[in-house]
């Protein structure tokens, strides 16, 4: 399977939002054309969008880009996509619902609409509600789950996607400095190796007059778990960095992911069943 990680570049963003849109459309196609299975965008590269809205507060901005990526952008591109064998996560953008406004991640599906939202906000995603529901789907027969950014971070959430025996994790992501790069790629690595699932990161980059996003910096990965299954290498990066538009694809060997699940004499912490009534003592 082949996997198109886009390392998005606010500092290359056209003009107008019709030349954005275009832009973008004609790079998913072209992912597609080179044989691309799965196609991942980084956390917030659609709240850039938030430069064709100047003039308005924080707040308005997020509100107008999330309407704009509702009626006009979701539409649009899946109907350029109408390929249902093809999984394109949308990084992440602001979603209305209710009243509220989540970071959630657009997965076309099956052809159909997906929304994660991400469960763990960062101090400064102020104008956001925290989503409640983790999403596990199906994907060429993997049990799959995109986490975002921040989430990926958090212990608990591990403990139910390995309750869940997940096998691909996708990370949108955006950090704005190699301590962020470094915690999210260091933290899908540790999940890759407690879940046996492949974990695969993509990260935000450039600079933008959006206050939420003004600078990214970080590279994509692809991580494995470390088992005698995986004969190639275990974790593989983008190149880094802090404007450049990167597009990354890298290969997934299903079979084997999937063959090194199977039980045998070697240690696998995917297998091990998770202690509820575990005590801590101070000593």
């Known amino acids: 399977m082949k996997i198109s990680v886009i390392s998005y570049s606010l500092s290359h963003d056209p003009d107008s939002i019709l030349e954005w849109k275009s832009k973008l459309l004609g790079e998913i196609e072209k992912c597609v054309l080179s044989g691309s299975e799965i196609i991942l965008y980084p956390e917030f590269f659609i709240m850039g969008l938030g430069k064709y809205f100047p003039g308005l507060d924080p707040k308005d901005q997020i509100e107008k880009v999330a309407d704009y990526v509702t009626n006009d952008l979701l ?41 994660q939202d991400k469960l763990y906000l960062t ?20 049990k799959t789950a995109v986490v975002i950014c921040f989430d990926s971070e958090q212990p608990d959430l591990s403990v ?38 492949a974990v695969v990161t993509a990260l935000l980059v450039g600079d933008s007059v959006v206050e939420l996003i003004d600078h990214n910096e970080g590279k994509s990965g692809v991580f494995l778990p470390a088992q005698e299954d995986i004969t190639v290498k275990q974790e593989v990066y983008s190149e880094y960095s802090t404007s450049k538009h990167v597009v990354a694809q890298y290969e997934l060997n299903i079979p084997m992911l999937k063959k090194l699940k199977e039980r045998s004499s070697e240690t696998k912490p995917f297998h091990e069943r998770i202690k509820p009534q575990l005590r801590v003592s101070c000593r």
């Open 160 to 197: 139910k996607l390995k309750e869940e025996g997940v096998d691909l994790v996708l990370v949108p992501s955006a950090t704005t400095n190699t301590n962020g790069s470094q915690r999210v790629n260091r933290c899908a690595s540790a999940r890759s190796i407690e879940l046996g699932a």
């Open 75 to 115: 539409p649009d591109v899946k109907k350029h996509l109408p390929q249902k064998e093809v999984l394109l996560v949308l990084g992440s953008a602001p979603r209305k619902s209710n009243g509220k406004i989540f970071n959630s991640a657009p997965i076309l599906h099956k052809g159909q609409w997906l929304f």
């Open 123 to 142: 101090p400064w995603e102020t104008d956001f509600t925290p989503g409640e529901e983790l999403g596990v789907f199906e994907f060429k027969g993997l």
